[in-house]
């Protein structure tokens, strides 16, 4: 394959894209349905902390779980990476959007069932 030939590169682009949303489609329905075969860990999202809590204008999910964590015996900080999930992307309150995976979490249908465990080793 000639690289220099832009129409080359833009069916490249399209035959990708296409596997990607098809990818995103099937996580997505497999995630909605439910079932045995999904795990935390799947649903888990990792973000930087690019500067401390307090210098944040807006509650960011990252930083929503960073401050859950910091109400506890955790103090993240600049650089730090957070690990959470999405329990209520609908809610009001930024706070009860996401939860640190400083707990564990069960997914049963939709819904997340906080056991509220700490998985600190």
């Known amino acids: 394959m000639n690289t220099n030939n832009s129409t080359d590169i833009i069916v490249k682009g ?3 894209q296409e596997s990607a949303f098809l990818l995103v489609t099937k996580a997505i329905d497999k995630i909605m349905i439910g079932g045995d075969d999904i795990t935390q860990n799947d649903l888990v999202i990792s973000k930087l902390l690019r500067q401390d809590i307090i210098k944040y204008r807006s509650l960011f999910p990252h930083v929503s779980a960073a401050i859950q964590l910091s109400n506890g015996d955790k103090h993240p900080s600049k650089g730090d990476t957070i690990k959470y999930i999405y329990t209520n992307s609908q809610h009001k309150n930024p706070l ?6 400083d707990f564990t979490y069960r997914y049963e249908n939709r819904n997340w069932i906080m056991t509220r465990k700490n998985i600190e080793k």
């Open 96 to 101: 009860c959007r996401v939860a640190p995976i």
């Open 14 to 16: 399209s035959i990708f």
